[in-house]
């Protein structure tokens, strides 16, 4: 079960940190990921991370401004996210797969419910 949390509305320039947190599977054996779907458009990959850690991808949206890292003592994922900006606003999920390649093309073994992100302008 994956859950995520920390939405809520900002101004833009703000920031939020949303949280992932894992349970009823290997949490170190999954690479984790988020994704976003706003109104009206098809959800689109944000971040992905590595099970260890070690590897990062970003979409070129949000590069330099959000930040995937994850505690594999907690079992949680985090999207740091600063400077944003009204086009961010969207619903934001977290998922886990046990590939980390391709993980950016959508397919996920598991998905978390989404976490309201607006940003105000």
């Known amino acids: 079960q994956l859950q995520a949390s920390g939405g809520g509305l900002v101004q833009a320039g703000g920031s939020l940190r949303l949280s992932c947190t894992v349970s009823?599977?290997?949490?170190?054996?999954?690479?984790m990921a988020w994704f976003r779907r706003a109104p009206g458009k098809a959800r689109e990959f944000v971040a992905a991370?590595?099970?260890?850690?070690?590897?990062?991808n970003y979409a070129n949206s949000v590069r330099g401004r959000f930040t995937i890292f994850r505690d594999n003592v907690k079992n949680e994922a985090y999207l740091q996210m600063n400077s944003l900006k009204p086009e961010d606003t969207a619903v934001y999920y977290c998922?886990?797969?046990?590939?980390?390649?391709?993980?950016?093309?959508?397919?996920?073994?598991?998905w978390g419910k989404g976490t309201q992100v607006t940003v105000s302008s």
């Open positions: 009823g599977l290997t949490f170190t054996n999954n690479a």
């Open positions: 991370i590595s099970s260890g850690g070690r590897s990062t």
């Open positions: 998922a886990a797969r046990k590939i980390y390649a391709d993980f950016n093309r959508g397919a996920a073994d598991y």
